[in-house]
């Protein structure tokens, strides 16, 4: 009897195999798509930028200082000062304030007030940013204004606050997560040593979970680059070089980033025109550059600081 | 291995013997002194035994939202002896211990009736405050947990948040002396305290809370992590140390609170503290029946 009950173990009936090819193909190809889209975007973009550079010398381009598509001027070093600009002046905003938020929330905050403050935090993350492009231009401006403060109508220092707020949530809840993960045992040793909240915050928590916090930062400041409507609409249109011998005009005045410049092409009649419309392909790839090095940076850094906590 | 190393250690930390030791200077050291000053005397009279009482706790009850951790315990720790906290788990001997330097206030749940003095202040009144209380009152943990820094940032930490940083060096030194490690680490200091091993890490958090000088050793079984070489060690330690420090230890290891302790109080289910007395005598001759049983092993 049990010769004829014997399982078949030599091989499975072909529609199972069949379907499990199936859903292998599937899984693959989602995993490769996002590959695919990234490659091709990076060979598109040197393309059409190996043929701007054939009509502008790459000189021009990364040692120019002015930036005139009509003038046949493609500098790309005062857009580069002005992103450069958002993102120190954004992150000045976004870190002590990101931080500081996160160790409330991690370490000061009661059940009640994280249940509050967190959703809320969130929500800053959730705003179109057009909309805090308009705000900077309506409301923070004129704000400044009555501060004293002599700012053009389209300047850098709203922009830049406005960024600044817009990354605080990615700071704030990235650091959040990392303070929140070092392990109790090592707050209690702290307290068991007579230490208070703030020298537990500062010296036990912030020190372990700073691998997570520096995380945060590249992550925020990498968004600040990349950040296009409130510049695009509360900045100003024309590229400014980065003016040494008097500091607070950078601020206080206008100018223009490189994702600005790239809308500014894309929706002007500049598009047709053969340079002009090519150099949107130029910054796009030195952009592309900066950031591309700020994560590898940033995993370095990551690496760096990771502390094991037992 | 364990019953040669067991009966060595035990003939190192006879009971009897430590407290004899004890008796004869109770109050010797200034720090004392000056304390009993600061804090009046209201219960340097009451002794249990031959020694001073330090902590006294009298119809202590603890709940955890409506669940009661600890009912009704009284009773009085002695100074420069070691009181060990026994029972099955989840008595409440480790609730007693957080008690003694409010670490139960970092739980949100947890309520504290009753009096718990120490030096003869309660610790739970209102001008108490818990972070200078634990400035006196060192505390270690169940498991080696030490910062992620180097075992000098780690000795030194207390020192640091307690702003005394004159001698540091000195006193590191000392406290890596006298916790039994210095030798194994005096030339790295600076390396991580985490490439310790785990009975080196127990001791590094010995040394950490005893570097501030504090008066009683709060420890919360602090040997149940390690392997039974490095346990004998911290066994060792926990002997040496009782000559200069009150210590007050839970564990779970009958043997343990058997070897190295002067007293034994025993918890069982409910958080009722069932019997307090000398040591060989909560060993030999109980008096409560259900002690008899846990001792014995009849149940826990």
Request: glycine share 6%.
């Amino acid at each position: 009897m049990s010769t004829d009950t014997q399982p078949d173990i030599t091989s499975r009936p072909t529609g199972k195999v069949a379907r499990e090819k199936l859903y292998n193909g599937i899984f693959f190809l989602c995993a490769a798509l996002s590959v695919a889209v990234t490659l091709s975007i990076v060979v598109l973009l040197a393309r059409d930028a190996v043929g701007f550079f054939a009509a502008v010398p790459p000189s021009d381009f990364f040692l120019g200082t002015e930036f005139v598509a009509s003038k046949g001027k493609f500098g790309v070093l005062p857009l580069v000062s002005g992103t450069l600009l958002v993102t120190v002046l954004s992150a000045l905003i976004a870190i002590p304030i990101g931080v500081a938020a996160a160790v409330y929330l991690s370490e000061y905050a009661s059940e009640r007030m994280r249940a509050v403050l967190k959703p809320g935090l969130e929500i800053l993350a959730g705003i179109p940013t057009v909309v805090y492009g308009f705000f900077a231009l309506v409301y923070v401006t004129p704000f400044l204004r009555v501060l004293g403060l002599p700012v053009a109508t389209f300047n850098v220092l709203s922009a830049s606050l406005m960024v600044g707020i817009m990354i605080i949530p990615m700071v704030s809840s990235l650091s959040e997560d990392a303070m929140s993960s070092v392990p109790d045992s090592l707050r209690q040793a702290g307290y068991g040593l007579g230490a208070t909240k703030y020298d537990v915050s500062t010296s036990i928590v912030i020190p372990a979970a700073l691998s997570g916090i520096f995380s945060s930062f590249i992550l925020a400041l990498s968004r600040a680059i990349g950040e296009t409507m409130i510049v695009a609409v509360a900045m100003g249109l024309s590229p400014q070089m980065l003016d040494l011998s008097d500091p607070l005009s950078n601020v206080l005045g206008n100018g223009q980033t490189m994702t600005s410049k790239m809308v500014q092409v894309v929706g002007s009649e500049l598009a047709g025109s053969d340079a002009g419309y090519k150099s949107l392909f130029a910054i796009g790839i030195t952009l592309f550059a900066i950031t591309f090095i700020m994560n590898l940076i940033s995993n370095r850094i990551a690496a760096r600081y990771r502390e094991e906590y037992e | 291995m364990t019953q040669d190393e067991m009966t060595d250690t035990n003939d190192g930390t006879d009971p009897t013997a430590n407290a004899a030791a004890d008796t004869p200077d109770p109050s010797g050291d200034p720090l004392v002194d000056q304390s009993i000053d600061v804090e009046g005397t209201s219960t340097t009279e009451q002794t249990s035994g031959t020694a001073r009482t330090v902590l006294e706790s009298r119809n202590l009850d603890v709940y955890y939202d409506d669940v009661q951790a600890l009912n009704d315990v009284s009773l009085a720790i002695p100074a420069k002896q070691v009181t060990a906290m026994i029972g099955p788990s989840g008595c409440g001997k480790s609730t007693f211990l957080r008690c003694i330097n409010r670490m139960n206030d970092l739980i949100d749940s947890a309520r504290v009736d009753g009096e718990l003095r120490f030096e003869g202040k309660d610790v739970y009144d209102d001008d108490v405050d818990p972070v200078a209380l634990r400035r006196r009152i060192g505390m270690v943990f169940q498991h080696p947990n030490p910062f992620p820094k180097s075992i000098y940032d780690n000795v030194a930490y207390g020192l640091r948040v307690q702003n005394q940083t004159e001698n540091m060096d000195e006193k590191v030194e000392r406290a890596l002396k006298h916790a039994a490690l210095w030798d194994e680490v005096k030339d790295q200091l600076d390396k991580s305290a985490l490439d310790l091993s785990g009975g080196q890490q127990q001791r590094l958090c010995i040394a950490r809370a005893i570097a501030v000088d504090p008066e009683v050793i709060l420890m919360d079984e602090p040997a149940s992590a390690l392997d039974p070489i490095a346990t004998s060690k911290i066994e060792d330690l926990i002997d040496d140390l009782a000559e200069d420090y009150t210590v007050v230890i839970v564990t779970h290891n009958m043997q343990q609170a058997a070897r190295i302790s002067d007293k034994t109080a025993v918890f069982l289910t409910g958080g009722e503290l069932v019997e307090f007395d000398d040591t060989n005598k909560i060993f030999e001759n109980p008096e409560n029946q259900r002690v008899e049983d846990y001792i014995t092993g009849k149940f826990g």
